[in-house]
Antibody, heavy 122, light 107 residues
Framework: QVQLQESGPGLVKPSETLSLTCTVSNVSVSSGSYYWTWIRQAPGKGLEWIGYVYNRGSTNYNPSLKSRLTISVDTSKNQFSLKLASVTAADTAVYFC??????????????WGQGILVTVSS | DIQMTQSPSSLSASVGDRVTISCRAS??????LNWYQQKSGKTPKLLIY???NLQSGVPSRFSGSGSGTDFTLTITSLQPEDFATYFC?????????FGLGTKVEIK
């Protein structure tokens, strides 16, 4: 069974960098069949696609976050990571790591981590 | 970006009711439309992919239809465990985008 698990600090100060890691089990993050994706959900709000990494390092980001965002992959640990710089209270959300099964046309988000709440506050 | 418009934003229904939720894309996305169910405080769960394909393990009372810009999620005979929020999502374009959700509440 494919599993994804987010980890990282639950509290980040304004203007600092939010850093999260997703550990993937039972499938390789090196597989070219999937986009390894981050999605977030602000409290009481809808779902926002942040971006993905695939094929050992290629990325695609939401234009609204692109200037602050870095998503990377560590194939030796079977993990991928998110870094979001210069955070504000608007970045407070539950962050999900997700598998985008892009090669199963049409694509779908078929496996999700449990999510991690990150609060931006001093 | 492709805008996904869901309607209604919320509805009240009784156990056993037939429920229909609509989703409209701002431009054609072929059949690249997925539906997710999210219960309070939980992770979204894939119900329907490719507009009409039932994800493995999802009860057959859930069905999806549509193509192009207009899509529908139908729940026949609503069950107590179906009270949740439902999101549509397009997977034709990057960035992937979601509807704002439809909350199905108990009448």
């Amino acid at each position: 069974q494919v599993q994804l698990q987010e980890s990282g600090p639950g509290l980040v100060k304004p203007s600092e960098t939010l850093s999260l890691t997703c550990t993937v089990s039972n499938v390789s993050v090196s597989s070219g069949s999937y986009y390894w994706t981050w999605i977030r959900q602000a409290p009481g709000k809808g779902l926002e696609w942040i971006g993905y990494v695939y094929n050992r390092g290629s990325t695609n980001y939401n234009p609204s976050l692109k200037s602050r965002l870095t998503i990377s992959v560590d194939t030796s640990k079977n993990q991928f990571s998110l870094k979001l710089a210069s955070v504000t209270a608007a970045d407070t959300a539950v962050y999900f790591c997700v598998r985008d099964y892009w090669s199963s046309l049409p694509p779908q988000f078929d496996y999700w981590g449990q999510g991690i709440l990150v609060t931006v506050s001093s | 970006d492709i805008q996904m418009t869901q309607s209604p934003s919320s509805l009240s229904a009784s156990v056993g009711d037939r429920v229909t939720i609509s989703c409209r894309a701002s431009q054609s996305i072929s059949n690249s439309l997925n539906w997710y169910q999210q219960k309070s405080g939980k992770t979204p769960k894939l119900l329907i992919y490719g507009a009409s394909n039932l994800q493995s393990g999802v009860p057959s009372r859930f069905s999806g239809s549509g193509s192009g810009t207009d899509f529908t999620l139908t729940i026949t005979s609503l069950q107590p465990e179906d009270f949740a929020t439902y999101f549509c999502q397009q997977s034709y374009y990057i960035p992937r985008t979601f509807g704002l959700g439809t909350k199905v509440e108990i009448k």
